[in-house]
């Protein structure tokens, strides 16, 4: 498999949210909301100084992507890069698109001073979970809470 792997732009935009309705509808704690997915791939691709969206394209078809955000880490002493979004379509799976995307999200963390990667997988996406093994990612002792809206008051 030759696919191209490049930097999103806001012409994917559509097609970027059909991929995340896709990794959506695998994961447990998410549920497919174009208008949500879309609004976020618009701030991601806003500020390309502290995010990235990274595709793989072939034949003009977007058929993987990931994205990465610096956030700050306090136990690292500088910057993290986020890995917040990775989903290749199924077809395409095993061809080492998973990998190139991964690389090229960190490298831009590594060049944007990273010192740590992190993600969150779905602890039922068993494939998902030995690939990012694979790749030298170790299973976290913390756990992942969140909250969609904060409390009125």
Do not use: C
Not at 44 to 57: G, K
Not at 111 to 139: I, K, M, S, T, V
């Amino acid at each position: 498999m030759k696919a191209l792997i490049r930097e999103g732009k806001a012409s994917d935009i559509e097609a970027l949210s059909q991929l995340l309705a896709g990794l959506f509808a695998l994961e447990t704690d998410f549920v497919p909301d174009t208008a949500n997915q879309i609004a976020g791939l618009r701030l991601l691709l806003a500020d390309r100084r502290r995010n990235v969206v990274f595709v793989a394209e072939d034949d003009g078809n977007l058929v993987g992507m990931v994205t990465g955000q610096l956030v700050i880490s306090t136990a690292a002493g500088g910057y993290s890069v986020l890995i917040e979004d990775m989903v290749i379509r199924e077809h395409y799976r095993r061809q080492g698109l998973g990998t190139a995307l991964l690389r090229k999200v960190a490298a831009w963390g590594e060049e944007g001073g990273a010192l740590r990667h992190q993600l969150l997988a779905d602890r039922r996406n068993a494939p998902a979970l030995d690939f990012y093994r694979n790749f030298g990612f170790q299973q976290s002792f913390m756990i992942g809470l969140y909250k969609m809206k904060p409390d009125e008051e």
